[in-house]
């Protein structure tokens, strides 16, 4: 297995739909991210989990709904999302240190 | 405050030619951890390094390297010979303690590097 896993790839979904994406870290990490990266803008930090405890929140609105249920599995709720929700949501992983994150593939979403 | 500035939005250079992507930060911190990712067009993000902020010795790897210097806060990033295949989005990140959640990236806003053949 690859270090961090995202399924799936590629989403679509209508604005009433929900749906929820996944990230599994295989490296034995202790804290998970989720980022967004709409189309020429910054990466967004969104949530960070520490042991399973979530330490940041910055200001996502709450039609996003993480769950972190062990250090390994990190997953994010999505319902009643809106167009400009449309982006390549990106999980990652990383020790309490500063050895960096690892990042997964993204998964590509389009809110129609 | 933007903590990391990228000020190259797009570059495009012919293959075999070197180039410097500039990377600027800010911090109040005196300890910080810097870092290049790279991303392709399948999307996933690549750590290729990172450096703390007590080691300013510059780095090569291969046809990359870094070039960091604290007296003028930047972590530039050569590609010596470029090839096709480094086109990608180069992003600069950095980490300081004045992240709530402990070593959480603060990003630039990327360079998009075009290798023409």
Not at chain 1, 45 to 64: D, I
Not at chain 2, 24 to 44: A, C, H, I, M, N
Not at chain 2, 98 to 108: K, Q
Request: proline share 5%; with cysteine; glycine share 6%.
């Amino acid at each position: 297995e690859t270090g961090v896993t995202q399924t799936p790839r590629h989403l679509v979904m209508g604005m009433t739909n929900k749906k929820s994406l996944k990230c599994e870290q295989h490296l034995g990490h202790n804290a998970m991210y989720w980022y967004k990266q709409s189309a020429k803008k910054p990466l967004e930090l969104m949530f960070v989990y520490n042991f399973k405890e979530q330490t940041e929140n910055n200001s996502v609105p709450s039609r996003f709904s993480p769950e972190c249920p062990n250090s390994s599995h990190l997953f994010l709720h999505l319902h009643t999302l809106q167009p400009e929700d449309s982006a390549l949501y990106l999980c990652a992983s990383s020790s309490q240190g500063p050895e960096g994150q690892y990042f997964g593939p993204g998964t590509r979403l389009t809110v129609t | 405050a933007q903590k990391v500035t990228q000020a190259q939005t797009e570059i495009s250079v012919v293959e075999k030619e070197d180039v410097t992507l500039d990377c600027v930060y800010e911090t109040r911190d005196t300890t910080y951890y810097l870092f290049w990712y790279k991303q392709p067009p399948s999307g996933e993000l690549v750590f290729l390094i990172r450096r703390n902020s007590f080691d300013e010795q510059n780095e090569i790897s291969g046809r990359y390297s870094w070039n960091f210097q604290k007296s003028t806060s930047s972590f530039n990033f050569t590609i010596t010979a470029s090839q096709v295949v480094d086109s990608a989005v180069y992003f600069c990140a950095l980490s300081d303690r004045d992240s709530n959640s402990g070593y959480a990236l603060n990003f630039g806003k990327g360079t998009s590097l075009l290798v023409t053949p």
